[in-house]
């Protein structure tokens, strides 16, 4: 199951601070010599600021080809876990870490804040966790300022909460796993550095992962990888069945669910070969078989809504749990006497 994080009691409680370059245009490295003194009101617009954009994110893990101890990241984090006075000494190494791998062309320089919070609750159990946040660009603010009686408007450049552009919120959990690790690159520009290179995570390959992998999968191929000359009624109906497969059943079996969900055989080799780019996108083979967690399988179908749109003005909308071949609910004909196609939708009561 998925796990689930709560802020409402977590607290900044150190902080280390540094400016990062990119080597290739020669631009340098600035690191603290000791961490950020923090008032209470600091805390209060700091706390949420680093912990805000980490809600509703994928799980992830360090990982990496060896060892997980050559992971630098994961190494450094593990020691300020173990003693969080090494938090200033371990946050000049992660920023030279980053330093290191900022070597392309597209990378900007940027502030880099490594903060220890207390008491982020995951699953109801408060952990610790280390936020690190990269901002990328600065923006203005005003600040009207008193100067013997006298008021004037000085302009700062700043950080701002909303334009933070890369962040990784490492959770003490699961050592041996990697952490828990929940991390977000907004503006990645393709070089992929701060999951690949500085990070080095990857997707934790769970039940809810593989559900949700899968059910996404449905939903898109349904969209974008069934043939051009095939009707959205004909999609609804691919992604019914689909969709449809994850909610009657616990377990998610490859082999069954081409044969019970796909049947047709051109629809199965149009699958294969949706899920083999997607395997080639993720850089490992998807699970072949798995417990389906049904939350995240109703939540990805109900990202599909196929229309039919009509001549006459009308479109209608079909939701994933909607059976067309149900006769009793829903009619089509041809009207002789008028010449046209018809279709009735029986209900009970509008919602």
């Known amino acids: 199951m998925p796990h689930t994080l709560n802020f409402r009691r977590a607290k900044l409680t150190m902080l280390s601070l540094a400016r990062v370059g990119n080597p290739l245009r020669s631009e340098p490295l600035r690191t603290s010599k000791e961490l950020c003194t923090l008032s209470d009101a600091d805390n209060a617009i700091l706390t949420p600021s680093f912990l805000k954009p980490f809600k509703a994110l994928e799980r992830r893990a ?86 013997d009686g006298n008021l004037q408007l000085v302009t700062h450049q700043g950080i701002s909460p909303d334009k933070i552009d890369k962040g990784c919120l490492i959770v003490n959990c699961d050592k041996e796993g990697g952490f828990l690790v929940y991390t977000f690159d907004k503006t990645s520009s393709g070089t ?12 934790r390959r769970d039940d809810d992962f593989m559900t949700k992998r899968y059910a996404d999968m449905c939903v898109s191929f349904a969209k974008e990888g069934l043939p051009e000359e095939m009707g959205a009624e004909e999609k609804c109906r691919v992604a019914n069945q689909a969709i449809g497969y994850f909610e009657e059943r616990d377990e998610f079996d490859l ?97």
């Open 62 to 147: 360090f990982a990496h080809h060896s060892s997980l101890e050559l992971n630098e990241v994961y190494r450094y984090a593990a020691t300020i876990f173990e003693s969080k006075e090494t938090l200033c000494e371990q946050g000049r190494k992660i920023a030279r870490h980053l330093y290191n791998t900022s070597k392309h062309p597209n990378i900007k320089a940027g502030d880099l804040c490594v903060a220890l919070v207390e008491d982020v609750l995951v699953d109801g159990d408060p952990l610790q966790a280390i936020s690190i946040i990269k901002s990328e660009s600065r923006v203005p603010f005003l600040e009207v300022t008193d100067a």
């Open 192 to 203: 992929n550095f701060w999951m690949r290179d500085f990070l080095g995570v990857k997707f």
């Open 255 to 351: 082999k069954h669910f081409r044969e019970e969900a796909l049947k047709e055989p051109e629809i199965i080799e149009k699958f294969d070969e949706f899920r083999g780019q997607q395997d080639e996108e993720d850089g490992a083979k998807l699970e072949e078989t798995f417990t389906i967690d049904k939350k995240i399988a109703r939540k990805a179908g109900n990202r599909f809504r196929s229309t039919i749109k009509l001549d006459s003005g009308v479109n209608l909308s079909f939701a994933p749990a909607f059976k067309e071949s149900d006769a009793s609910v829903f009619e089509r004909g041809f009207d002789d006497e008028k010449q046209m196609k018809y279709v009735k939708i029986y209900y009970q009561e509008e919602i």
